[in-house]
């Protein structure tokens, strides 16, 4: 399967770049992670490092301040840990069995990561209140409000999910797509990657409907490349439909998985020709505001394909 996205993926023309401290962030997600107790010493712990993701961080956020991009790791290992429990470890076989979690953590969320009782979500809450914090550390109430929204979309995406596995249910094309975005967890790590580079967009960039279609369209390439990469170790262990090849396969009479990982390549190269004709668009209008926004996004869908190629999680 890698073979065949290597080979169908159209390499994203964006520069490919790594930050100089991923190697020494790396370490130190790893042991925030172990002082939360996300992990413990054994196969979680192997799980996590195989995910490599100081090596996604530090490519979506190749400059900066090295504290940016500690918290950024360290949000996307805290997502990491949240997936493998819910796509591996059974929580999210159901929703009946992730519900407690996702209140305990939408609780956290509610506080802006505040709350003195956030040690009712037990490891995954504590770290996500610390995430709140450190976003609001770094870039005041407005970088909190927005993550706290997309972390809860994300939540709440999962429950979907959930149900979808209980019932044995296959979600439609349109559905999973607009579903995916938010179970990818894309928008918090945009925001995140934002902060870091210190230029999270105002609100009169935020509400732009051209830099809104070219975050959905970023936020699809980023879950669609993740998607065809990670089909055949999803397909071979434990089959799931949360994947776009596996979307389009069951939406098909003969569900030939061949057609549909060939579909799902032209999907991603296609919606990558849109991405960089609404780039030049917004490029062209010479608001300099915008470009900070588009460099996160650049660097986001670039990071996916690299980390992809390179890192051990879906191999």
Known sequence: MRTFAISALREPPFPARQHDATARVARESIEWALGHGLIGDGPRLHR????????????????????????????????????????????????????????????????????ADATVAGPLGEALGELCRRAHAAGGPVALLRFVGEVREYLLALLWEAANREHGRAPGLAEYVQMRRHTGGVHPSFTLTELAAGALPGATHRAEPSLVALDLLAADLVCWCNDVFSYGKEHLTQPDVHNLVAVIAAGRAAGDESSALRAAADRFNEGLSAYLATEAALLATGDDGLRPALTARRNWIRATYDWSLEAARYA
Do not use: K, N, Q, Y
Not at 87 to 110: F, I, K, N, Q, Y
């Open 48 to 115: 996590l490092r195989r995910a490599d993701a100081a090596g996604l961080a530090g490519r979506a956020c190749p400059e900066g301040p090295v504290e940016g991009l500690r918290l950024l790791t360290d949000l996307i290992s805290w997502l990491f840990v949240m997936d493998d429990a819910c796509d591996e470890d059974g929580l999210g076989d159901s929703p009946t069995r992730l519900a407690p979690t996702v209140a305990a953590l939408l609780d956290v969320l509610d506080g802006h990561g505040g709350r």
